[in-house]
């Protein structure tokens, strides 16, 4: 079966600052790999989606991951940050034949100071 | 407008009680969720129903029992709630199990089991 690690439980950083949150994931066969958003008190939003094709996968309010599959990644940037990006994210792996078996990180925080 | 409802917001009871949680989604989806998000925001997928074929993971207590009246809903009952119920539960859709990448969640439903 699949797994993800979310390497950061917290990442603080500044306003405009570029930002990382980092995904690796381990699985004996191929992926889907998924970033979502979850800001307080609501439901987890899609960032983006890595299914096939291009390894940069570009999403919503300026943030792309890149898939590294020799190193059993999918990283999450932004190259400048806002206080309203300050959420948990949360990455998540499946395989692509199972829609009931979505696996989930245990989420980073990600707090932007001003 | 909302995509993906769930009611009630917060549910506090006690151990022991029988209670229900709502989900309606009006996208038109044909495949619809249920997660459990614990104290340590671990999200795991609880079922996923689709045109009256349920799946439910291994590790979810039979007191847990999702029952869809139409399409448009998909409610959780829990029997016996346990301190252990506790947690945040999340509704989602997506439009087929075979376009099933894309999930929509509720807001979720804060449980505390007293």
């Known amino acids: 079966a699949q797994s993800v690690t979310q390497l950061d439980s917290q990442v603080p950083v500044f306003e405009e600052a570029p930002v990382e949150l980092r995904c690796n994931y381990s699985s004996s066969v191929s992926v889907y790999l998924f970033w979502y958003v979850q800001y307080p008190n609501q439901g987890l939003q899609l960032l983006l989606k890595y299914l096939s094709g291009s390894t940069l996968v570009k999403g919503i309010n300026g943030f792309e991951a890149e898939f590294n599959k020799s190193q059993t990644s999918f990283h999450l940037r932004k190259p400048s940050v806002h206080i309203s990006d300050t959420a948990e994210y949360f990455c998540a792996v499946s395989p692509p034949n199972n829609n009931n078996d979505m696996r989930f990180g245990a989420g980073t925080r990600l707090t932007v100071k001003p | 407008d909302t995509a993906v409802s769930q009611t009630p917001k917060y549910l506090v009871t006690q151990m022991g009680n029988d209670k229900s949680i709502k989900c309606e989604q009006n996208?038109?989806?044909?495949?619809m969720y249920w997660y459990k998000q614990d104290s340590k925001k671990f999200l795991k997928i609880m079922f996923s129903?689709?045109?009256?074929?349920?799946?439910i993971n291994e590790t979810v207590p039979n007191r847990f029992s999702p029952k869809s009246p139409d399409k448009a809903h998909l409610n959780l009952h829990i029997n016996s709630l346990e301190l252990g119920d506790s947690a945040v539960y999340f509704c989602a859709s997506s439009p087929s199990v075979t376009r099933w990448e894309t999930q929509y969640f509720g807001p979720g439903t804060r449980l505390l089991v007293l």
């Open positions: 996208l038109g989806h044909d495949t």
């Open positions: 129903y689709n045109n009256k074929e349920l799946i």
